[in-house]
């Protein structure tokens, strides 16, 4: 069964780097999600993508954050200059339709 | 309180046992999905129903929905100590937007005991 993938499954980096996670999304679906969850926290929305633009982004993603389809399969989302509470893990989602999204396993995040 | 909680937000029960969490939310919505998580790991989808939908089952699980008092329920049926995990519902709003955000609930955090 088809499966979004998510790479690095944990990454640890120094406060002020920039960091990108990297996603595949399942392969014919057509709107791609980013979302993170603070260890303890409930999930929150940060950015939606369709058709190569950001069709809705969260009070959360601000300039230091930005999203990228580079090619047919990935699906990134950079953060330029991490902060302590960045710290959390990030689900990329993908959907076909209206309906289900799926979610990839997660990258955990650790800014010291 | 938010779009989406859960309660109760711990439920510990004896394997063999039903367990039943509820979801409420406030605004209307296309759709409602529910998603398992296991301590410190992705989310797995478990069933949506649709605002249309008043009920619905897929082998454990039996989801209902009621839009006029926007809540829901997850009830799963003769539990296993495997399906110790944590539960949260999420809404999909209804809007014409394309970015159809979920909006996820606090969670509720189950333990099957052997």
């Known amino acids: 069964e088809p499966e979004v993938t998510q790479t690095p499954s944990h990454q640890v980096t120094q406060m002020g780097q920039e960091v990108i996670l990297r996603c595949v999304p399942i392969?014919?679906?057509?709107?791609f999600y980013w979302y993170r969850q603070i260890l303890g926290q409930k999930v929150e929305f940060l950015v939606s993508?369709?058709?190569?633009?950001?069709?809705?982004k969260s009070e959360i993603f601000d300039d230091q954050f930005s999203v990228e389809r580079p090619d047919g399969s990935n699906f990134t989302l950079k953060i330029r200059s991490t902060k302590l509470e960045d710290s959390a893990m990030y689900f990329c989602?993908?959907?076909?339709?209206?309906?289900?999204?799926?979610f990839g396993p997660g990258t955990r995040l650790l800014v010291l | 309180s938010q779009q989406g909680e859960e309660d109760p937000q711990a439920l510990s029960i004896q394997e063999g046992e039903n367990a039943t969490m509820n979801c409420s939310y406030k605004?209307?919505?296309?759709?409602l999905q529910w998603y398992r998580q296991n301590s410190g790991r992705g989310l797995v989808h478990l069933i949506l129903i649709r605002s249309n939908e008043r009920e619905k089952h897929s082998g454990r699980l039996r989801v209902t929905l009621d839009t006029s008092k926007k809540s829901s329920s997850l009830l799963i049926t003769a539990s296993r100590a495997a399906d110790t995990a944590s539960y949260f519902c999420a809404t999909d709003l209804d809007r014409e937007t394309s970015g159809s955000r979920l909006t996820f609930g606090e969670g509720t955090q189950l333990t099957v005991n052997p």
């Open positions: 392969s014919n679906h057509l709107y």
């Open positions: 989602a993908s959907r076909k339709g209206w309906e289900t999204q799926y």
């Open positions: 993508f369709y058709n190569n633009e950001i069709s809705e």
């Open positions: 605004t209307s919505i296309n759709n």
